[in-house]
């Protein structure tokens, strides 16, 4: 598997994951945190579901359950202010990047129907509608 977080990049990032970290009590997690961002990562470039994470991160559920503590306790927000206020970074700025591709039918923008044309499959139901008596 290809890890985006190189040695380089987690050597910043450690210090302030640990401390934008809200609660250090309780039982350790089985995942570091290095596999467990790598595993958001993953999770956010490749849009799977949580389901589907390579087992590599271990259990989808753990991670899935940690990714929300960190989310309803701030940690992730405060990790994400401590990365832009680090003079160290540079311009390090958030951007959301959403791949979303909305298509409508050409009516839908107000383009003028086209008025029905007798297609050969309805002239063919006629036909034999006709041959049968029906009509």
């Avoid at 401390?19 to 995942?31: D, E, N, S, V, Y």
């Avoid at 993953?42 to 590599?56: C, K, M, V």
């Avoid at 503590?69 to 390090?92: I, K």
């Avoid at 050409?106 to 049968?132: D, T, Y």
């Amino acid at each position: 598997m290809r890890y985006l977080l190189t040695d380089d990049h987690w050597a910043i990032l450690e210090p302030l994951v640990a401390q934008a970290k809200q609660f250090t009590g309780g039982q350790p997690p089985r995942l570091s945190d290095r596999m467990f961002f790598e595993a958001i990562l993953y999770w956010a470039r490749t849009g799977i579901p949580w389901r589907d994470l390579p087992s590599e991160f271990g259990a989808w559920d753990a991670v899935y359950h940690r990714f929300g503590r960190w989310t309803r306790s701030g940690s992730l927000r405060r990790l994400f202010e401590l990365l832009t206020a680090n003079p160290d970074l540079g311009d390090v700025r958030r951007i959301l990047v959403d791949s979303t591709v909305v298509r409508a039918h050409q009516h839908a923008a107000g383009a003028r129907r086209k008025k029905k044309r007798s297609g050969r499959h309805e002239v063919l139901a006629v036909r034999v509608l006709a041959a049968a008596g029906a009509g």
